[in-house]
């Protein structure tokens, strides 16, 4: 069967691919464009691991189909930090210690994101229900909700 | 290689026909957070996938004359964003807003929801109580049913062969109107209702004039509690006519007996929500500001 050809933005850089009817757009990214960042924990759209936005939106891109994605832009992890410098919730995470292992941690940075953009100075009961469906099995979340409240706070701090 | 076909579709008649060619064999896809699921665990096999996200009268909110027409694949996200519709309808918002995680509501849509057809489905309850109509689009035509009529059991559906749910239609609200929807999990997010239960009324003064009740994960699928709403109706929603609703509302529970919920517990706590969600509907009927869920 023909593969389906599909024309998208990743991270603000025009993209295509080939791709099945039913393969995912985290799939495509992974195994096709080496955006690597991204990755499968569940594959169900429980753990939130494979965290991207699609025209702004914050989706599991295990839940997505990649034909799907035909002229909508896409924002992966690898679009977080602008060459060798973080952004501001990459370095809070280092700097709280918000990760262990390791791989749920694009997904929590691609969430915290789209959760500052939409309400830039959320309470601590917001941001633990924004990202409750991204699973941490290491730092106990506290760490984490930490950082993206510090965030926050020094985005208002900068805004004076 | 795999055989199956993706198609996107323009308009509501173009998915109807594509899914009346599949012969049985065509899933529609509105968010894909049920189906993708449904398919990587190899409970579907679909021949082709019909995607409705193009469709414009299928993801958006339009609103006539106090009437709102949601479209069947509108995202949750989007239907939370809409000031005017949660003004109009708190409890059905909520309900929507209920279902899974933030990267969920992205996706999901209230016409998946109803279509899987799950008896937990928290949107469902919500829209029952409302009076919310679906819009089915056909081989042959159009037709409408009321939510409530909807589902015939878990995972099954009244639609018949190539029809596709095209919207959900909430009626003008009276003044002084409000509704509700509780669920119990046992946790506080990301979880399976155990019970669900919808109300909305309509006060005049501080008697209630019309009510709808209803009930979800306690039968097969989502009920319509017409007891519980005949005895709210007419009464000043005092604690007898609050005690002979939740009593009609625990008649009718036939759940199943699992780790989540024994039959004895989700039968008590149909009544428990039924009061604290029409307490929450009355306030809101009131023009007081109530947390929902």
């Known amino acids: ?160 | 290689m795999s055989e199956v076909q993706y198609k996107v579709a323009k308009t509501v008649r173009e998915a109807a026909s594509l899914m009346a060619a599949a012969k049985g064999k065509g899933r529609i896809l509105a968010g894909g957070t049920d189906l993708l699921v449904q398919m990587k665990a190899g409970v579907v096999t679909p021949g082709v996938i019909i995607d409705v996200k193009k469709i414009a009268e299928m993801t958006t909110i339009v609103e006539t004359k106090g009437s709102f027409r949601i479209g069947a694949a509108t995202a949750a996200a989007v239907i939370g964003e809409h000031k005017k519709l949660k003004k109009a309808w708190p409890g059905v918002v909520e309900a929507i807003n209920l279902i899974g995680s933030t990267q969920v509501q992205g996706r999901a849509s209230a016409g998946g929801n109803l279509c899987n057809a799950s008896p937990a489905a928290d949107s469902v309850p919500a829209l029952v109580a409302a009076g919310a109509v679906v819009s089915i689009q056909g081989p042959k035509g159009k037709r409408q049913v009321p939510v409530e009529k909807f589902n015939s059991g878990p995972g099954k559906t009244t639609l018949k062969p190539g029809e596709i749910v095209v919207s959900l239609t909430l009626p003008r609200r009276p003044p002084k109107s409000g509704d509700a929807y509780l669920r119990l999990i046992p946790r506080t997010e990301m979880d399976i209702a155990v019970v669900g239960c919808g109300v909305s009324l309509t006060m005049k003064g501080d008697t209630c004039v019309s009510a709808r009740v209803s009930l979800g994960a306690v039968a097969p699928t989502v009920l319509l509690v017409e007891g519980a709403a005949k005895a709210l109706t007419g009464s000043k929603l005092d604690a007898k006519a609050l005690d002979a609703a939740a009593k009609a509302c625990s008649a009718v529970c036939r759940p199943i007996d699992d780790k989540r919920g024994t039959i004895r517990y989700r039968t008590k706590i149909a009544g428990v929500l039924l009061k604290r969600a029409a307490e929450i509907a009355k306030d809101r009927a009131n023009g007081i500001a109530r947390q929902g869920h």
């Open chain 1, 1 to 160: 069967m023909a593969r389906i050809h599909v024309t998208t933005t990743i991270n603000g850089q025009p993209t295509e691919f080939l791709c099945d009817a039913n393969q995912t757009l985290l799939d495509v990214l992974r195994d096709q464009l080496g955006l690597t960042g991204s990755k499968e924990g569940c594959g169900s759209g429980d753990c939130g691991a494979c965290s991207v936005t699609i025209d702004g939106r914050l989706v599991c891109s295990c839940l997505v189909l990649a034909p799907e994605t035909e002229g909508a832009k896409i924002g992966t992890i690898e679009g977080l930090a602008s060459g060798e410098k973080l952004h501001p919730l990459q370095k809070k995470f280092v700097e709280f210690a918000a990760l262990q292992c390791g791989i749920c941690t694009p997904g929590f940075l691609i969430a915290s994101k789209a959760l500052l953009e939409r309400n830039p100075d959320p309470t601590e009961t917001e941001v633990r229900y924004w990202l409750a469906g991204n699973l941490c099995r290491c730092t106990g979340y506290d760490k984490i909700v930490r950082a993206v409240l510090d965030v926050a706070a020094e985005m208002k701090e900068t805004a004076k």
